[in-house]
């Protein structure tokens, strides 16, 4: 069974503050990586495609380490908008067969 | 306005009911999907299709059934099999199955509640 693990938080942070989410994953040879946001009884939305090289949107920032296997999400300067659960996504396919596994997600909460 | 819509927001049925979620796409998505999500869990694959007429199990297929007789509609069955079945049903789309980076787009969701 491939995994996804996430500590699942609550992090609580003050306003303006950094934070980082790391995420691990089981099988070497997953393909995809992503970071969803999902508020409270909300549908998930992407948040960031993650790649090999890393990539930035703003604040955000998310890093691939494949050697290790994990992806990490940082938030600089935190919003109270910031607020929700974050979720790490790995995905696999290939020789007909595909799998898509979701981490249980790692709670923030940004405080005035 | 693109995206995807699922009904109703919330849904109540008697153990033993079979009850069929609805959700429907106009993002002219070949991929689509089905997940359940449990409070403190994380969202669970039941079935995807990649395209019309073509469907797969995923991690908990068993006790669901769909259907996918349109590119816009993939309609999820939750039959009297399924031992647990108050959840969280989110459907999503994508331009192609999401194993090449492509975007999940995720439906409001429907909250099955059996009674």
């Known amino acids: 069974r491939k995994e996804v693990e996430q500590d699942p938080g609550p992090f609580n942070v003050p306003e303006g503050a950094t934070v980082a989410f790391n995420c691990t994953y089981s099988?070497?040879?997953?393909?995809?990586f992503f970071w969803y946001r999902q508020d409270c009884r909300k549908e998930p939305k992407l948040l960031m495609s993650?790649?090999?090289s890393g990539n930035e949107d703003g604040r955000f920032t998310a890093q691939l380490n494949r050697a290790s296997q994990y992806i990490s999400l940082l938030i600089r300067d935190s919003k109270l908008s910031d607020s929700a659960t974050y979720l790490c996504v790995v995905t696999d396919s290939g020789a007909g067969s595909y799998q898509l596994t979701f981490g249980k997600g790692t709670k923030l909460s940004v405080i005035p | 306005d693109g995206g995807i819509t699922q009904s109703p927001k919330y849904l109540f049925r008697k153990e033993g009911q079979n009850v069929t979620l609805s959700c429907e796409q106009n993002l002219n998505h070949d991929a689509m999907y089905w997940y359940r999500q449990d409070p403190g869990q994380g969202l669970r694959l039941i079935y995807y299709s990649q395209i019309v007429n073509d469907f797969q199990k995923g991690d908990i297929a068993e006790g669901y059934s769909v259907s996918r007789e349109k590119k816009e509609s993939f309609p999820l069955t939750v039959t009297s099999a399924q031992k647990n079945p108050t959840a969280f049903y989110l459907c999503a789309s994508s331009e192609e199955l999401a194993g090449g980076g492509d975007e999940q787009f995720f439906g409001p969701g429907t909250r099955l509640t059996v009674l």
């Open positions: 993650v790649y090999s």
């Open positions: 099988n070497s040879a997953s393909q995809s």
